[in-house]
């Protein structure tokens, strides 16, 4: 089709100004593609951080509170939930297994985390994948540790190295009397474990054994006399529960929401982050309100790219009316060349983002624990890039209408 | 008028848009068929009023433009364009061409709009390289790289080829000649007639050079059939 090929030659005979015009909206899409993406991987990232665990258990406080704190490793507990607590609800009917966590000290800016081997089986993240050793096993002494990937990778522990744990957060007491020895360390999860030392529950007892109150009290134990002594916890600071039939998650939930030993609070991880994410909700908006305003941008400078060619393409559009053009096939090639400029943008843009995914995305998992999955086009991003090229074609509209009555207007006596 | 009669133009009133208040009338102008006339007028005589009238991308306000048989100023915008395409053929003074699209491109772009030119033709491509040939254009000249590559002269032949393919009644051709150095000139003229007589068309030549009036069949001066007035001088 002769049109289709003078289109493609007119634009082609302004490649610079066109192909800067087609960078500009590719760069657009990518932008906004990009945060959709990253959007979306890091909301699946965070959902991903915790799965195969039905409820959460805490002292009664927020729900997102609980969340955090128990599995972000953010922020603390504002109360411990008790031994005699922990072992009724492990008891009660529905529960398939429930595994204590007891936080609170720290090494080295990590945090240390008490529970029991079985952890390392039930603790699933991304879709029920479960923690790796890469080397070393679980802990099986009362003075092992087995360390996250972004601990080792930062701090450059072996196998059998001694740690020394801190008591509390960002503290300068340490328990240096009773040293730790690296027992295990985990494969990298992108998950906040990587960034956790885990001991045993017996182990976080033994070195607070011969603590009073918030110090340390006269006459100090041994490890070993610390050993010899009843290791079993006094309190933790929550719990992860399996149930053995979903149906039962909710009458689980009330029944340890109205513990009447105890203020206790149950959530459902993923109500528990949908909250959460309901917060960051609208930053997220703002963010996609900014990455349109640049597709915007990006179109608007084809718009003035468009409008800065239209004089000088004056004698183009006498020459076709000349040969019989209507005026109404000049404002149809006009706007035929925005909406191909615009596609043109988007399928780019598409392109370097692809290529930008496919090059960033082990990277970006390794240093931020956003996995993003190479999948396609999702309906969502689809309607965009679609909605991007009709806005092209409709911004089109304005020089096209211009470029209408300039050609009607010239006729034929267009002076150079 | 009659069937032989290839441009009449009869009682044309024509008012500039706006308020500059010009205004062109001709009361009555014929150009015979197969007829060669020059039309002689000076820069701002009107000439290209005229022309957009005698086209069909003006429309008088009053009067009458009759080309081959049909009155242009009565048909809709629409069709007053189609007609343009299937009867007439223009040459402008210079930059006839789009210049990004290859010369045999541009030679063939009144086809698209008119598909009884196009009938005529068995092979458009063959035809429009013939005509090329005939007018000193080689085939790569006409099929690689921009028209805008070639030169002024080369440039203009091309647009006869454009206007003449397909063999429309009438060519308009407004000073073809002026870009042109004079030793050109008179072999681009030899060539217009040449090729408009075999293709059995009329022409219709503006110029502001008297120098080619002796190869016309007929001359006219513009002053002598429009009046151009200004308001101004009420």
């Not at chain 1, 009843?230 to 309190?235: E, F, N, R, T, V």
Request: glycine share 8%; aromatic share 6%; with cysteine.
């Amino acid at each position: 089709m002769i049109f289709a090929r003078l289109a493609f030659r007119s634009l082609a005979a302004r490649w610079l100004t066109v192909s800067l015009t087609i960078l500009a909206i590719a760069l657009s899409v990518v932008l906004f593609l990009g945060v959709e993406k990253i959007r979306n991987g890091a909301k699946a990232s965070f959902a991903d951080t915790i799965s195969g665990t039905d409820l959460i258990v805490g002292a009664r406080s927020g729900s997102v509170q609980l969340l955090l704190y128990s599995v972000f490793r953010i922020g603390n507990a504002t109360n411990n939930v008790t031994w005699e607590s922990f072992e009724d609800i492990r008891e009660m009917p529905g529960v398939a297994w429930a595994i204590p966590l007891s936080l609170g000290d720290s090494h080295r800016g990590y945090r240390v985390l008490g529970t029991t081997a079985e952890y390392f089986d039930r603790y699933k993240f991304r879709a029920g994948k479960g923690l790796e050793f890469t080397s070393g096993v679980a802990f099986d002494d009362v003075f092992d540790a087995v360390l996250g990937a972004d601990v080792v990778a930062s701090l450059g522990y072996k196998l059998d190295d001694p740690i020394i744990v801190s008591h509390g957060i960002a503290s300068f007491t340490h328990h240096e009397d009773k040293p730790f020895r690296v027992a295990g360390i985990l494969a990298k999860t992108g998950t906040p474990v990587d960034r956790t030392v885990i001991v045993s529950l017996e182990g976080i007892e033994a070195i607070h054994v011969d603590w009073v109150g918030g110090g340390r009290a006269a006459g100090s134990l041994t490890a070993e006399q610390a050993r010899t002594l009843d290791l079993s916890p006094k309190a933790i600071t929550a719990a992860m529960i399996g149930v053995e039939s979903k149906l039962r998650i909710f009458t689980l939930q009330r029944a340890i929401n109205d513990y009447a030993e105890e203020p206790l609070l149950a959530v459902l991880p993923g109500v528990a982050l949908q909250e959460l994410w309901a917060v960051v909700g609208v930053a997220e908006t703002a963010l996609l309100g900014v990455s349109l305003m640049v597709v915007a941008t990006a179109l608007i400078g084809m718009v003035a790219m468009i409008f800065a060619g239209l004089n000088e393409r004056r004698r183009e559009m006498a020459i076709l009316r000349s040969v019989g053009a209507g005026p109404g096939l000049i404002m149809t090639m006009l706007i035929a060349e925005a909406a191909l400029i615009a596609a043109a943008g988007a399928a780019v843009g598409v392109a370097i983002l692809y290529a930008g995914l496919a090059a960033l995305q082990t990277w970006l998992d390794a240093t931020y624990g956003i996995y993003i999955p190479p999948t396609g086009l999702g309906e969502r991003e689809m309607i965009t890039l679609a909605a991007a090229v009709a806005a092209g074609a409709l911004a089109g509209l304005a020089p096209a209408a211009r470029a209408y009555f300039i050609s009607l207007s010239d006729g034929m006596s267009v002076k150079m | 008028m009659t069937e032989e009669t290839a441009l009449a133009l009869t009682n044309l009133r024509f008012t500039w848009p706006g308020s500059t208040g010009f205004t062109l009338e001709v009361d009555a102008f014929t150009l015979p068929k197969g007829e060669r006339t020059l039309l002689l007028g000076a820069s701002g005589s009107g000439k290209s009023t005229l022309l957009s009238l005698i086209c069909g991308i003006s429309t008088p306000s009053a009067g009458s433009v009759t080309v081959a048989g049909t009155d242009i100023a009565r048909l809709s915008r629409r069709r007053r364009d189609r007609f343009r395409a299937e009867n007439i053929g223009i040459v402008f003074q210079q930059f006839n061409l789009l210049p990004y699209a290859t010369a045999l491109d541009n030679a063939l772009l009144p086809l698209q709009f008119a598909p009884n030119r196009r009938a005529k033709l068995t092979d458009e491509r063959a035809e429009a390289l013939r005509l090329a040939a005939a007018l000193g254009l080689d085939p790569a000249q006409m099929t690689s790289g921009g028209a805008g590559s070639l030169s002024v002269g080369q440039q203009q032949r091309v647009a006869v080829v454009r206007a003449l393919i397909g063999s429309p009644e009438l060519i308009v051709a407004d000073e073809p000649t002026s870009a042109l150095d004079a030793s050109a000139q008179a072999s681009f003229v030899d060539t217009l007639f040449t090729h408009v007589e075999a293709a059995g068309a009329s022409l219709l030549m503006v110029s502001h050079d008297e120098r080619l009036a002796d190869r016309f069949d007929r001359t006219v001066r513009l002053e002598d059939i429009a009046r151009v007035k200004k308001a101004a001088a009420v």
